[in-house]
Each structure stands twice: as structure tokens, then as C-alpha cells.
């Protein structure tokens, strides 16, 4: 026998009996890996290995689950650094989901507030998918003058109520890839942006949506408001939706639903440069409060034909 081809068979006998091996304890790796956690939670662990992708056969749509679900939202301040204030609003129990850094610094920090001394000029921040609550997140934040959501794959967020409310220096704002199909609560969320003069809404689904109260209260300086894909099935609560929107000077409201709404009390409160309205498709059948005004025209006294038009008869 030749023992070129002895040594050759023991190499291949031994290169077999090694993958056998790690095929093995890749095998139980997987199992393990499948047995302690979710599909949806293992993807975050093997995103970056093909061969645990291959071995497992994941298709393109496990990743745009991946996404929907785990990819942190991301997102860019900026900043006015002459005032003392908080720049985000997070409680201490979801403080370790988010991962701040100040002026791109690789040094991360575990404070949500600055101090004057710093010369601050931009924030970015990474939020973990634990997070499904935005509720007064920038709640009161004087010094932010830009926010920018870079990244929001996320489908998971339910609560945005008061999320930007009294940003009363904020001049700019990207919320252009915002996920909302599972949001519930929009009440107060642009309340008193008196500086902000654009927002584009035309991506939000408001298909879950039950509370707009106060939602776009006292913006100011918006002139027009596009929200012609809104969905309001849901809604029960208009209150003072769009209360003090006194540069508005026209909204088209025909693509609302009012099926289920209970109270528009002084819904459209204060809007003095609106001139024209038209809400004859409105079901005000379930409303109890029906003074949408809120003695708006009788105190001004300014478009008799407005007055006709807002006060119709319920249908």
C-alpha cells in the first residue's frame, strides 16, 4: 500500500470527522439559541452570521421583521448649549435603553440634561427596542431649536401623547419616517409649537388612534396643515384638535371619520384666519359636546358665513 495514500485517507477521514464536529456543535448551538429564545429575538444575534443564516434558511422577510422590531430608532438634536434645561425626558427605569452622545462623542453618557458650561452643538441618540412609549419625551425642552428621526424602522411604539408639547423654540423637525400604525395616543403631541412653521404628517397612520385632543393646539405659525390621509375611525376625543391655529387659513377635512367621536369641544377655537370650512360629512350622532367654537365667532364676530357653515345640523 502506498503511504502517500494512507496519510491522504487519514487527512480526509479526519477533515470529515472535524466537520462532523462542528456541524454537531453548531447544530446544538442553534438549538439552544432557539430553545432560550424567540425567533424574532435569536435574528438580533445572528443578523451578521451567514452561516448560522444559511444553516437556518432565514428569508428577507425575517429581516424586515428584525427591523420593524429591533432596529434602533435613532435620532439627531440640535441644540441652543445657553440654556440650562433638560434635552430629553426619559425615566430612570428606561434610562439604560437609550444611548446618548454628545457632539458624536465614541464616549457615551447616562445623563438626560445639560449644564451651561458645555459647548453642546448636537445630540444624537440610539433608542433599544425595549422602548414602547414616547409620551412627553421632549416634553418642555427649551433649548432644542432641530430634532431629526434619522432611523425609525420600528413598528412598536403606542404612546406619542405630549411627545413634543411647549417646544416653543423648535424651529425644525424631521418626522418625515415615523412608524404610527400601532400609536393609540396623539393628544397634545404638537402642542404650542408657535415657531414651527412646516410639518409634514403625510406618512403618519392614524388607523389605532382614539385620543387627537389638543393635538396641534396653539401651532401658531403654521399656515397650512396637510392631513388628508388621516384616519380618524377611532377617534373619540377632539378637543381643541386644532385650538388657536391662528395663521391656518385652510383645513380639508373631508377625509374624516367622526363615527365615534364624543366631544370636539372647541375644536376649532380661535382659528381667525380660517375663512372657509367644510364639515358636511361630519357624524356628530355620539358627540356630547358639540361647541366647537367655544363662542369663538360671537365674541369676534368676524364670518357670519364660517358660523353657518361649522354650526350644521347633526346628522
Excluded: W
Aim: glycine share 0%; aromatic share 10%; net charge positive.
Amino acid at each position: 500500500m502506498n503511504p502517500k495514500n494512507t496519510s491522504k485517507g487519514k487527512r480526509i477521514k479526519e477533515k470529515k470527522s472535524k466537520d462532523n464536529f462542528e456541524k454537531i456543535k453548531s447544530d446544538f448551538f442553534i438549538r439552544k439559541l432557539f430553545e432560550y429564545m424567540k425567533k424574532d429575538r435569536a435574528l438580533e444575534i445572528i443578523k451578521y452570521n451567514k452561516r448560522l443564516q444559511k444553516r437556518l434558511n432565514l428569508s428577507i422577510n425575517d429581516y424586515i421583521e428584525y427591523n420593524q422590531l429591533y432596529t434602533p430608532i435613532e435620532i439627531e438634536l440640535k441644540i441652543d448649549s445657553k440654556i440650562d434645561s433638560k434635552f430629553i425626558n426619559i425615566s430612570d427605569e428606561d434610562m439604560k435603553y437609550y444611548h446618548i452622545y454628545l457632539d458624536n462623542s465614541p464616549k457615551e453618557i447616562k445623563r438626560n440634561h445639560l449644564n451651561k458650561k458645555e459647548k453642546v452643538k448636537t445630540i444624537n441618540i440610539r433608542i433599544d427596542y425595549q422602548v414602547n412609549s414616547f409620551k412627553k419625551l421632549f416634553n418642555e425642552i427649551i433649548c432644542l431649536i432641530s430634532i431629526n428621526f434619522k432611523k425609525f424602522y420600528r413598528n412598536n411604539i403606542t404612546d406619542m401623547s405630549d411627545m413634543f408639547c411647549l417646544c416653543t423654540d423648535l424651529k425644525e423637525i424631521n418626522i418625515s419616517n415615523f412608524k404610527t400604525s400601532n400609536v393609540k395616543d396623539m393628544s397634545h403631541m404638537f402642542f404650542m409649537y408657535t415657531n414651527l412653521k412646516e410639518l409634514n404628517l403625510s406618512n403618519f397612520n392614524t388607523s389605532k388612534v382614539s385620543n387627537m385632543s389638543h393635538m396641534f393646539f396653539q401651532c401658531s405659525s403654521l399656515k397650512e396643515l396637510n392631513i388628508s390621509n388621516f384616519n380618524t375611525n377611532n377617534v373619540t376625543d377632539m378637543s381643541n384638535m386644532f385650538g388657536i391655529c391662528d395663521s391656518l387659513k385652510e383645513l380639508n377635512l373631508s377625509n374624516f371619520n367622526t363615527n365615534k367621536v364624543k366631544t370636539m369641544n372647541a375644536m376649532f377655537y380661535g382659528c381667525s384666519s380660517l375663512k372657509e370650512l367644510n364639515i358636511s360629512n361630519f357624524n356628530t350622532k355620539n358627540v356630547t359636546d358639540f361647541n366647537i367654537l367655544k363662542n369663538k365667532i360671537k365674541k369676534q364676530n368676524k364670518d357670519k358665513n364660517l358660523e353657518r357653515i361649522l354650526i350644521s345640523k347633526k346628522k
